[in-house]
């Protein structure tokens, strides 16, 4: 068991082709800056429930072999899930995909869903009414 319930990254978090054999919780924790998990792999459930990703987020290349939790968390910045493989059910529920001026958007495009389930119910793609912007009211 990896535990990271809660805990707060400020800089860079580095989990590049880490392997997780069983559980990896990281439920509630804050990422400040660059979070990495390009070609890590979870064997065992992957909690990332209510977790906050201020920076990028990059899961590219990444391989969930358990249920994968993303419910109510937070992407600030770019949320690479690139070529990344659930094999079991992933799941997305109120989760906010936040794109401030100048960044770009969640890359979902080749991920693969290997069970018939994603939900994605309450997800938001784009700016909260309460995200600061550089235009000036008209």
Same mark, same amino acid.
């Given at each position: 068991?990896? +535990? =990271?319930?809660? *805990?707060?990254? @400020?800089?860079? !978090? #580095?989990?590049? $082709? &880490? /392997?997780?054999?069983?559980? %990896?919780?990281?439920?509630?924790?804050?990422?400040?800056?660059?979070?990495?998990?390009?070609?890590?792999?979870?064997?065992?459930?992957? +909690? =990332?429930?209510? *977790?906050?990703? @201020?920076?990028? !987020? #990059?899961?590219? $290349? &990444? /391989?969930?072999?358990?249920? %994968?939790?993303?419910?109510?968390?937070?992407?600030?910045?770019?949320?690479?899930?690139?070529?990344?493989?659930?094999?079991?059910?992933?799941? =997305?529920?109120?989760?906010?995909?936040?794109?401030?001026? #100048?960044?770009?958007?969640?890359?979902?495009?080749?991920?693969?869903?290997?069970?018939?389930?994603?939900?994605?119910?309450?997800?938001?793609?784009?700016?909260?009414?309460?995200?600061?912007?550089?235009?000036?009211?008209?």
């Amino acid at each position: 068991v990896a +535990g =990271f319930e809660g *805990a707060t990254f @400020g800089g860079v !978090a #580095g989990f590049n $082709g &880490a /392997t997780f054999g069983g559980v %990896a919780g990281f439920e509630g924790a804050t990422f400040g800056g660059v979070a990495g998990f390009n070609g890590a792999t979870f064997g065992g459930v992957a +909690g =990332f429930e209510g *977790a906050t990703f @201020g920076g990028v !987020a #990059g899961f590219n $290349g &990444a /391989t969930f072999g358990g249920v %994968a939790g993303f419910e109510g968390a937070t992407f600030g910045g770019v949320a690479g899930f690139n070529g990344a493989r659930f094999n079991r059910i992933a799941r =997305f529920d109120g989760v906010r995909f936040v794109k401030y001026p #100048g960044s770009e958007a969640e890359d979902l495009a080749s991920a693969i869903f290997e069970r018939e389930s994603a939900p994605f119910r309450g997800a938001v793609f784009g700016p909260s009414p309460d995200t600061p912007t550089d235009e000036a009211p008209q």
